[in-house]
């Protein structure tokens, strides 16, 4: 049928689309429409009747397929390959079919375009091969990274030239400097004066420059080398954070000039747009720059017409016409300069080319202990995902205290947010730095955003700061400045080479001066008496041994014998002489007591070599007390349905909470009380505006709770809107327990977890707990929530899904337990969403 379709809308290239054509398409997006997975309970009720099309998105599907299959020549694992991705991305996002296949199509006609050199730029048109379309899918690979200007280098000189760019850095020697070959000079020289561009720096300017001059150097490319095209947006136009990489922006320039149509040139647009280095959106103007490799080629352009969120614009070229060396583009009308070991990465987000990056950087000197590098990580390729993305590379083994646990910088009112090695590839947070949601989710303030997790970058700090990125004024600069650091590094060398030599300690020279030279007699003849000194070595107090504590359940207790002490936990007479073993070592007594049996003691002095305890064995018969599932757990889903699915419950539950807003009471009076006069709960209750109400003893209470403070009400009429409140909190711990599982539930977490709910036991497997703990949140979200239903024991809720319910109800939840610890005491505890 596939292959019909095909050869039919071939044979009459210039006809208007039949409807068996237009039936066929769509028959054959039904079939693997069908085949994709999908939660059909989650499908938001407007897109519940596809695969069943209508007929204005039967004409895009069928300009898609003539773009794909008969045009492009596409297979049908393509065509098969590309619904399932539509399919996937109308479920997974707000956007309708006919906006997703619009820009699918943009995106097919963008393929095709091909333009691999700088200076040879060659527009293949007709079918591509399979090899050409593999490539695009991979993405970069049609992209060269290094590119020679024919006119400066001959054939020979670029094979060689090219050789030495790919050469990859040998990791085993380090970052040591050392003396740039003739070659690697005039592939310096052609880099910074524009005959040689490229995609990505080589890795031969590691060997060469410092990092400082790296990225002195890339900043010399930018103020004399490349070529700039400025489109000023209207004053109601903006673009988000998420959509501010050169990718993004550029397939919104592409669907604009799709929508406008023939005010547009799209051959002309879309060759511009491929010959890009990178684009990148200036906040504070509301100007999209767009960056070439060179100025010549921004020239050629900068009459061609572009599109943005359905208004024309013409771009305005930033240079004036070039006169003299390119080492002068520097200067201004005026003739003055122009403004402008173990590593640590932090990837650095939101850093545009409007960020001051020199002053960044002497910001980053002031307040970090140790040396780093910044990098621009941008692939300055058209469909460039990093175009606002640095990386900081800290030598350190570890995260310096300044940046420990600090997700982003204020500078100047905007957020840089910073992803540490440990967030590895969780959902990151453009706006506050938070993981698990995106900035659309994100409710923090400006007064938030400048609290815990951040550092303020004052107004007054920044403008004193001293610009570390100038650029070049020449090539003997460069060639000074590497000259200078080699001399640096020589020198630090060599003191640390002295810092490492055998050297007489103060002790020994002390020695030396108190005793007598060798054949010397005193005045009265006799032998010198030695002189001994005072100073005697210490020897360091051993370090204190950890004790183990038996608990119940087969748990045991590892801890300090103060520690213990301190808690009030009651030790044996041998572990309160460990207590009490200086004092008595300084009494110099020896007191013999009667034998105690023997108590297992750890020596935790180095953890390399302590052997691993094995866990307590559990019989068979108390595991066939425990509700144990022997099934393969199901699949976690993957992070953008989890995402909607979490959104489609707290929908459900606000929606719901809406429905009662007129049959709640009366708000309580709050009455001032100072906090000294509050003894009884009644007088805590009546100071914070609170009431007790009663929630149903049956397996459901923690859930219940939840649903009955979220509406503020008790429910205690309204059995179906608790039910549907219930029932959307449980499945929104299911959810939101999925995402990031691994880094919310240890192997700890879980099996604590499990044994509470007698699911597990301690000394499990870390592959049986992760099989159980999951079957523990499907079966929790599973079971029923109606009042009159009772819940067994294994599928009550815990402080760990507590706390999950906070991270999905984006709240505070503060829990007032009595007795927990038979102790006849309260205890108070409090979950924050994070």
């Known amino acids: 049928m596939y292959e019909a379709v095909v050869a039919a809308i071939r044979a009459a290239p210039h006809e208007a689309p039949r409807e068996e054509w237009l039936a066929t398409v769509a028959k054959l997006f039904a079939v693997t429409h069908d085949s994709v997975t999908i939660d059909e309970g989650n499908v938001p009720p407007g897109k ?381 947070c453009l706006k506050c730095g938070n993981l698990g949601h995106t900035m659309a989710r994100c409710r923090y303030t400006d007064e938030l955003l400048r609290g815990a997790g951040s550092r303020v970058a004052e107004d007054q700090e920044i403008v004193g700061l001293e610009d570390l990125a100038q650029p070049f004024s020449s090539l003997a600069e460069v060639k000074l400045s590497a000259a200078k650091r080699l001399q640096l590094q020589a020198e630090a060398e060599s003191r640390a080479h002295e810092a490492v030599l055998p050297a007489e300690s103060g002790h020994q020279r002390a020695q030396e001066v108190r005793t007598p030279a060798q054949g010397m007699t005193t005045a009265e003849g006799h032998e010198p008496r030695t002189v001994k000194s005072d100073h005697h070595e210490v020897a360091p107090e051993p370090k204190q041994k950890w004790i183990a504590m038996p608990l119940p359940r087969g748990r045991t207790l590892y801890a300090h014998p103060a520690t213990l002490k301190q808690n009030g936990i009651r030790i044996s007479s041998r572990y309160a002489e460990l207590v009490e073993e200086d004092e008595e070592d300084n009494a110099g007594e020896s007191k013999l007591e009667e034998k105690q049996p023997a108590q297992p003691v750890i020596d935790v002095s180095s953890g390399d070599e302590q052997p691993e305890v094995p866990g307590p064995k559990i019989s068979a018969a108390a595991k066939a007390k425990l509700h144990l599932v022997r099934a393969k757990p199901p699949k976690l889903q993957e992070t953008p349905q989890l995402v909607a699915l979490k959104q489609r419950e707290r929908n459900s539950i606000a929606e719901t909470v809406a429905s009662l807003s007129s049959q709640k009471g009366k708000m309580l009076t709050v009455q001032t009380t100072p906090a000294q006069d509050l003894i009884t709960f009644p007088d805590i209750e009546q100071a914070l505006g609170l009431r007790q109400v009663a929630t149903p003893s049956t397996g459901n209470c923690m859930a219940m709770a939840l649903a009955q403070a979220t509406a503020d009400h008790n429910l205690a009429a309204f059995d179906e809107n608790l039910e549907k409140i219930t029932a959307a909190i449980k499945r929104g711990i299911h959810w939101t327990g999925q995402l990031n599982y691994s880094e919310q539930f240890d192997h700890f977490t879980r099996t604590t977890t499990l044994v509470n709910v007698n699911r597990g036991w301690e000394g499990m497997t870390p592959q049986e707990s992760n099989k159980q703990f999951k079957w523990y949140l499907a079966e929790y979200a599973s079971t029923p929530s109606s009042r009159k239903e009772t819940v067994e024991r294994h599928n009550w809720g815990c402080s760990e899904l507590m706390s999950i319910a906070a991270n999905f109800l984006q709240t505070k939840i503060f829990v007032l337990a009595y007795n927990t610890d038979a102790k006849h005491q309260w205890s108070r505890y409090s979950y924050i969403a994070v």
């Open 48 to 428: 519940q009747r596809y695969p069943k099309l209508r007929g204005d998105e039967k004409a895009f599907l069928y300009n898609l397929f003539r773009e794909l299959s008969v045009v492009s020549d596409g297979s049908y694992d393509e065509w098969e390959s590309c619904v399932t991705t539509i399919t996937q991305d109308l479920y997974n996002t707000r956007g309708s079919l006919k906006t997703i296949l619009q820009s699918r199509i943009s995106k097919v006609k963008w393929s095709r375009i091909k333009p691999l050199n700088q200076w040879v730029a060659k527009v293949k048109t007709g079918s591509p091969t399979t090899e050409q379309r593999t490539g695009t899918e991979r993405g970069e690979s049609q992209y060269q990274t290094y590119m020679f200007n024919p006119a400066l280098f001959s054939k020979e000189d670029i094979v060689t030239l090219s050789a030495i760019c790919t050469q990859p850095l040998d990791d085993r020697q380090g970052r040591r400097l050392r003396e740039g070959t003739k070659d690697e000079w005039r592939v310096i020289s052609g880099i910074a004066e524009g005959s040689i561009v490229c995609r990505r720096m080589p890795d031969l300017l590691r060997s060469v420059l410092d990092a400082k001059e790296r990225l002195r150097l890339y900043t010399t490319i930018q103020k004399q080398v490349e070529g700039e095209l400025v489109i000023q947006l209207r004053s109601w136009a903006e673009i988000k954070e998420n959509r501010q990489q050169t990718r993004t922006i550029k397939d919104d320039i592409l669907l604009a000039a799709t929508a406008v149509g023939a005010r547009v040139n799209l051959a002309d647009l879309q060759l511009m747009l491929n010959l890009a280095k990178t684009i990148s959106y200036d906040y504070v103007r509301r100007r999209i720059h767009i960056f070439f490799f060179d100025r010549a080629t921004a020239k050629k352009f900068q009459d061609t017409l572009v599109a943005f969120k359905g208004v024309v614009y013409k771009p305005v070229n930033m240079h004036r016409q070039d006169t003299g060396s390119v080492w002068e583009r520097q200067l201004g009308r005026d003739g003055v300069r122009l403004a402008a070991q173990r590593e640590y990465e932090i990837t650095i987000y939101n850093v545009t080319r409007f960020t001051d990056i020199g002053r960044l950087s002497a910001y980053l000197q002031i307040h970090l202990a140790g040396d780093f590098e910044l990098e621009d990580m941008d692939d300055c390729t058209p469909n460039s995902l990093t175009s606002t993305v640095w990386k900081l590379k800290i030598k350190s083994a570890e995260c310096p205290e300044y940046l420990r646990g600090i997700v982003r910088i204020v500078w100047f009112g905007r957020t840089l947010v910073l992803k540490h090695p440990y967030a590895k590839q969780r959902l990151q």
